[in-house]
């Protein structure tokens, strides 16, 4: 049994035991959460598929922990201009577990 979901302005193709990364959510770290913003819900060939979401599903999830993702270089220049500038970012996300799926 899968589902899609979304969250964050990003969706995610999850099953039961999945551990992923959404963008920062304002949650405690180890309190449970729902998230009933379900795409799609596919239990052994039988597809719900939402307008725009499946009514009454949810995909219930633990969250694990908030951190920090890798940094990346932003490198601007301009040639000929002696223009440069350099910086560096680090998204920030949450870690979940995702514990059951109703539909």
Same mark, same amino acid.
């Given at each position: 049994? @899968?589902? #899609?979901? !979304?969250?964050?302005? /990003?969706?995610f193709r999850?099953? !039961? $035991?999945?551990? @992923?990364?959404?963008? %920062?959510?304002?949650? !405690?770290?180890?309190?449970?959460? =729902?998230?009933? &913003?379900?795409? %799609?819900?596919? &239990?052994?060939?039988?597809? &719900?598929?939402?307008t725009?979401?499946?009514? $009454?599903?949810?995909? =219930?999830?633990q969250?694990?922990g908030? =951190?920090?993702? !890798?940094?990346?270089?932003?490198?601007? &220049?301009? /040639? *000929?201009?002696? @223009?440069? /500038? /350099?910086?560096?970012?680090?998204?920030? @996300?949450? *870690? %979940?577990?995702?514990?059951? #799926?109703q =539909?």
């Amino acid at each position: 049994m @899968f589902a #899609i979901i !979304e969250t964050g302005g /990003k969706q995610f193709r999850v099953e !039961e $035991g999945l551990e @992923f990364n959404v963008e %920062l959510l304002n949650v !405690e770290p180890g309190s449970e959460l =729902a998230i009933d &913003k379900v795409l %799609l819900v596919d &239990k052994s060939g039988d597809t &719900k598929i939402g307008t725009p979401y499946v009514e $009454g599903a949810k995909v =219930a999830c633990q969250v694990l922990g908030h =951190a920090r993702g !890798e940094k990346i270089i932003v490198f601007h &220049k301009k /040639k *000929r201009n002696d @223009f440069h /500038k /350099k910086q560096g970012h680090r998204q920030d @996300f949450t *870690r %979940l577990k995702v514990t059951s #799926i109703q =539909a």
